[in-house]
C-alpha cells in the first residue's frame, strides 16, 4: 500500500504550548487529507477534511482556531494544535488518499500520541 | 444512531477458532467498505477491501449486503497474531467521501 509519514510520533508539551504534527504522503499525490483524534478506547473520530489548495471543512464541535490545518502541497498537511490544554491529550492520526478516485482506500499515518502537561 | 456500529466485544477465542464480525451502517448510499486492524496504540492498517461479491484473502473473508446495510468479517484458524482491533470503515457519501469508523471489534486470541 501507498506510504504516509507522521512527525513527531510522540510529544510531550506543557500547557498553553503549541504543537505542529506533519503529515507526509511519500510516494502518491494525497488530493484529499484527513485529520482523525482517537481517546483511549474509543473510535477515531474525524476532526476535518482538507484537500489541497482549500480551507480545511471541520466537523462540528472541532474548533478551527485551535487546530490549524494546512494543506499546502499534494504531499504534506500540517495539524497545528494552539495553546493546547491537557483535554487535547490523545492520539492524532492523519490520513491520505490519492486522485485515483474519491471512494478509494485511506492510508494512515503512524499516528501522533500528544501529551500536555 | 451512529453511522457505523459495531459490537465493541471483546470477542475471546481459542486458537483454530473461527470467528465472525458484523458492522451496520447508516448511510444507503455509500460506496466503498473496508475493513481494517488496528493494534494497541498504532494506526489502522487496511486488512481487506469488502466487494460487493464478498471477496475472501487466506483466512479471511469480507461479504456485503447492501439489503441490511451490514458487511461482515470472518477470521478461519485464528492465530495468536490475529488479536487486535478490526475497524469497520465506511466512504460515506459526501463532497469527499469521508471514511468513517465504527469504534472497532477486540478479539483475543488465546493458546
Known amino acids: 500500500g501507498a506510504v504516509v509519514s507522521q512527525h513527531p510520533s510522540w510529544v510531550i508539551c506543557k500547557s498553553g504550548t503549541s504543537v505542529k504534527i506533519e503529515c507526509r504522503s511519500l510516494?502518491?499525490?494525497?488530493?484529499?487529507m484527513f485529520w482523525y483524534r482517537q481517546f483511549p478506547k474509543q473510535s477515531l473520530m474525524l476532526m476535518a477534511t482538507?484537500?489541497?489548495?482549500?480551507?480545511?471543512?471541520?466537523e462540528q464541535g472541532v474548533e478551527k482556531d485551535k487546530f490549524l490545518i494546512n494543506h499546502a502541497s499534494l504531499t504534506l498537511s500540517t495539524l497545528t494544535v494552539t495553546s493546547a490544554h491537557p483535554e487535547d491529550s490523545s492520539f492524532y492520526i492523519c490520513?491520505?488518499?490519492?486522485?485515483?478516485?474519491?471512494?478509494?482506500?485511506?492510508?494512515f499515518g503512524q499516528g501522533t500520541r500528544l501529551t500536555v502537561v | 444512531r451512529k453511522e457505523v456500529e459495531q459490537d465493541p466485544g471483546p470477542f475471546n477465542v481459542p486458537e483454530g477458532a473461527t470467528v465472525a464480525f458484523n458492522c451496520t451502517y447508516s448511510?444507503?448510499?455509500?460506496?466503498?467498505f473496508f475493513w481494517y486492524r488496528q493494534d494497541c496504540r498504532k494506526e489502522p492498517k487496511l486488512l481487506m477491501s469488502?466487494?460487493?461479491s464478498g471477496n475472501e484473502d487466506g483466512r479471511f473473508t469480507a461479504q456485503l449486503n447492501r439489503a441490511s446495510q451490514y458487511i461482515s468479517l470472518l477470521i478461519r484458524d485464528s492465530k495468536l497474531s490475529d488479536s487486535a482491533t478490526y475497524l469497520c470503515?465506511?466512504?460515506?457519501?459526501?463532497?469527499?467521501?469521508?471514511?468513517?469508523f465504527g469504534r472497532g471489534t477486540s478479539l483475543i486470541v488465546h493458546p
Open positions: 482538507s484537500n489541497e489548495g482549500s480551507k480545511a471543512t471541520y
Open positions: 448511510n444507503s448510499a455509500s460506496q466503498s
Open positions: 510516494d502518491f499525490q494525497a488530493t484529499t
Open positions: 470503515v465506511v466512504n460515506m457519501k459526501g463532497g469527499s467521501y469521508i471514511p468513517t
Open positions: 490520513s491520505a488518499r490519492g486522485p485515483e478516485g474519491l471512494n478509494t482506500e485511506a492510508f
Open positions: 469488502v466487494y460487493s
